[in-house]
């Protein structure tokens, strides 16, 4: 039971954490990018539009939306933040 305590993670975790670091500042921006071009759109849809109905439903799209690329954008932002407490976490359990 103690030789499965002594496996070194290592050479498998380093390319993972490598990878997740190179993607997560593209992620951001890819996200803001796309996130801002939506919500542009849903305005748009919520000003142009006509009746009651589909007034209520552009807002409620567009309130979605922003809370949605909102929580994604934090959750990016808070997995950069926390890579290096990760890291060393990892390192301390080998």
Partial sequence: ???????????????????LNAILWPAIAIIGAVG???CIVLGVKL?????????EKAKKDLIGAVVGFVAIFVLILALKIAMPILQEWVQSQI
Avoid at 47 to 55: P, V
């Fill in 1 to 19: 039971m103690s030789n499965l305590l002594a496996v070194d993670f290592a050479p498998v975790i380093a390319p993972i954490l490598e990878v």
């Fill in 36 to 38: 801002t071009i939506y």
């Fill in 47 to 55: 000003a142009k539009s006509d009746e009651q109905n589909s007034r």
